[in-house]
């Protein structure tokens, strides 16, 4: 599953409280650069995640198969169902036993297939149910059970919607269900949690001119005598309750193919084109997942469906994804690689979340933030390691917002008011980058191998982050308890505040390394941080050196052959930080025209566009706009471009005016639009000293927007 686009508003939100509060913002990021706390100050209490403890329901029973029947009174918004539920006891002396069940109205309970009925009772969000005897681990029990419900979740009833003037398409009448993470029992009674594993089919009957989309492999449709439909679709591979997903609509169907596997896109009418670039990379990045885990696609279909008003960006039911209809059909008509995120981070799942399940809530880490990872995967694939690592750089953003402003957990933990509570940014953008980082760690022959062993030790079983961590050890023949401990069961992050000094005589570099980061029951006071590289340039070349951080306070010497004009603290990012490493203006324009490191090029970018004003001396100001010039038009990667654009709108002059229009007709429509809008501001605060609302919101809103 993947959050929808409204995380994105609230930081629109924040960055327009930026233009409406500079007073307050700016210098209190100037004192966070540059204030050292003191020996005596405390940590403030740290906000954590509100909620309790939860511990994993003891099973009784494993489920081995669902047979869900259901009709619609769509005007009432009321389900008609019939469940057949069976199960293995997992202990002799087994009579009772609980399904959950949310707001049902129950006709019947009966054994099968003799049609006895069983005595059953409800309890809040529970149906409990007497069977007529004892039974034991190596009996099967069947029980049928006849309801009706109007879900207040689970599964919706969304209304047709007709063109805009804003949308160029209607939406058609649609019921679609969102699982995950236990909202399935308010439509069918089930074992809701990820723990057990059941095949699965349906009977879903609709209307005449409408198509229900669902797991596995679809068997038969036949009409009946009162003008409906029955869609018949089965999946014969065990998986986990909330994975199980239905929508009906009236909708167009796509095909294309990976190898023998049938792929499917369902889509509105007149979307058709849209949908199709959208989803059109999904048998290439079938392809790259297959060989990259070398474990071939696991099941025998793979459909996406877009749905209208989704809760979420996406879901991974098995073998049938749902989108929201907003993630797919919003970008242009050519293939724009928008979705592509949205579409590698839901079919990775068919790997890691549907084959292969994290055991509770707790551990989403092995569903979640693989899938987030393998996004950036595939973008390396297709685009890069220098898209993989901007990839990286946006996750690690998000992930310190939500630290800075929300709360502060570990990836691995089991408090939570609601299990939903958990779908948040330490889950998946550091959840991501902890994958990436322990990717550095193991190297990246011994982490895909890793990979294909978890994989085929776990199929069809549910997992925790111990078992990934066991696998890492066997395979890499490394005790890994470190990396685990300080990033999945600890919080935060390294705070690392690094200082340089040179000794012309004895061409010795120091660097005095850090930690700063307040320790609390959470967050250490030490993180251990392997294999750092620094970038050293002089004018008479460049080399990297390795260390590794494992003290609150170190010092590192390297001898150079001149003075260092750039350094590069991790070059290439193998560490999720916040770094506090002041450097001269000269340097950080050495290390835009030099650095190896993309990351590295953009951040000295960034740095001379925070820097502006302080470069008073005009010969400096004309050094730093040609060399962001120089990087706007020279630049292999389009971030650092994209970033250069940006920082040129600082500096007022003709030469940025320039070297803007230059950018204004770069290759990459993202470098286009950065500059057109600092065009647009550029003549906006020649005009006014301060830039109109309506500006404002045109930067925010407009981004990825080319205008004329």
């Known amino acids: 599953m993947i959050l929808h686009h409204a995380a994105r508003r609230a930081l629109v939100l924040a960055l327009i409280m930026s233009f409406t509060l500079p007073g307050l913002i700016q210098p209190a990021q100037a004192q966070r650069r540059s204030r050292r706390p003191a020996a005596e100050e405390q940590a403030p209490p740290r906000r954590q995640m509100r909620g309790t403890e939860h511990k994993r329901p003891q099973r009784t029973y494993d489920v081995q198969h669902y047979i869900i029947r259901t009709r619609f009174d769509v005007p009432n918004k009321t389900v008609y169902g019939d469940t057949t539920v069976t199960l293995r006891p997992l202990a002799p002396g087994f009579q009772t036993f609980d399904l959950d069940a949310t707001g049902m109205e129950f006709e019947s309970v009966r054994l099968e297939p003799d049609g006895r009925t069983l005595r059953w009772s409800q309890a809040p969000n529970k149906l409990s149910i007497t069977l007529d005897r004892s039974y034991t681990a190596a009996d099967t029990v069947a029980v049928r059970i006849r309801y009706r419900t109007t879900p207040e979740k689970g599964l919706y009833f969304i209304p047709a919607s007709p063109a805009t003037r804003y949308r160029s398409y209607a939406k058609p009448a649609q019921i679609w269900t969102q699982g995950e993470p236990e909202e399935n029992h308010f439509w069918f009674p089930c074992y809701d949690f990820p723990d057990d594993k059941a095949t699965s089919e349906q009977y879903i009957t609709t209307g005449a001119n409408e198509t229900a989309i669902s797991n596995g492999e679809l068997l038969e449709t036949s009409s009946n005598p009162d003008g409906t439909r029955t869609f018949h679709w089965k999946m014969e591979q065990p998986h986990s309750s909330y994975l199980i997903s239905m929508v009906v609509g009236n909708y167009v169907k796509l095909t294309d193919s990976y190898r023998n596997i049938p792929i499917e896109y369902y889509t509105y009418r007149g979307t058709e084109a849209k949908a199709r670039a959208a989803f059109g990379k999904t048998p290439q990045m079938m392809q790259f997942f297959s060989e990259r885990f070398q474990f071939d696609f696991p099941f025998n279909k793979y459909a996406q469906t877009i749905v209208a008003n989704f809760i979420f960006g996406g879901m991974e039911n098995v073998t049938a994804t749902t989108q929201a209809d907003t993630e797919i059909l919003s970008g242009p008509d050519e293939a724009s690689g928008e979705a592509d995120n949205l579409v590698s981070h839901e079919l990775s799942h068919s790997w890691f979340g549907n084959i292969a399940t994290a055991k509770d809530w707790a551990n989403l880490w092995v569903n979640e933030g693989f899938a987030t990872f393998f996004e950036a995967a595939y973008k390396e694939h297709a685009a890069g390691r220098d898209a993989y ?83 890492f050890e066997r395979v890499s023949g490394r005790n890994l308890d470190w990396f685990f401990d300080q990033w999945l069961y600890k919080a935060g992050y390294p705070e690392l505040r690094v200082r340089q000094s040179y000794n012309p005589q004895t061409r010795q570099l120091a660097l005095d390394v850090e930690q700063t980061q307040m320790p609390d029951a959470l967050t250490p006071a030490v993180f251990r941080l392997p294999g ?169 809103f407009g981004e990825g927007k080319e205008a004329e």
Do not use: C
């Not at 550091?430 to 193991?442: A, N, S, T």
């Open 532 to 700: 750092i590289e620094i970038e050293i340039g002089t004018t008479r070349g460049r080399k990297t050196e390795r260390i590794d951080v494992t003290k609150r306070t170190e010092r590192f010497t390297f001898t150079l052959d001149g003075r260092p004009r750039m350094i590069v603290f991790d070059k290439g990012e193998r560490v999720l930080k916040k770094l506090d490493f002041p450097q001269p203006g000269e340097m950080a324009v050495f290390q835009l025209r030099n650095s190896t490191d993309a990351m590295a090029r953009k951040a000295a970018a960034e740095l001379l566009a925070e820097a502006g004003d302080a470069f008073s001396i005009e010969d400096e100001r004309r050094e730093v706009v040609e060399a962001l010039r120089q990087a706007v038009a020279r630049d292999s990667f389009y971030g650092v471009r994209a970033a250069a654009a940006k920082a040129l709108t600082r500096f007022r002059s003709d030469a940025a005016m320039s070297a803007l229009l230059e950018a204004a007709r770069d290759k990459d429509s993202r470098v286009r639009s950065v500059a057109i809008k600092g065009i647009r501001e550029i003549k906006t605060v020649e005009e006014s000293e301060s830039p109109t609302l309506e500006l404002v919101f045109l930067i925010l």
């Open 389 to 471: 690592m901007e990839e990286m750089n946006g996750n690690a953003s998000a992930y310190f917002s939500e630290d800075s402003y929300q709360y502060r957990r570990p990836i691995v933990s089991n408090r939570y008011q609601k299990p939903v509570d958990l779908f948040d940014a330490t889950l998946y953008k550091k959840g991501g980058v902890v994958v990436h980082m322990l990717r550095e760690v193991v190297g990246d022959d011994v982490f895909w191998k890793a990979l294909n062993a978890y994989l085929n030790e776990f199929k069809y079983q549910n997992t925790d982050a111990r078992d990934m961590q066991r696998v």
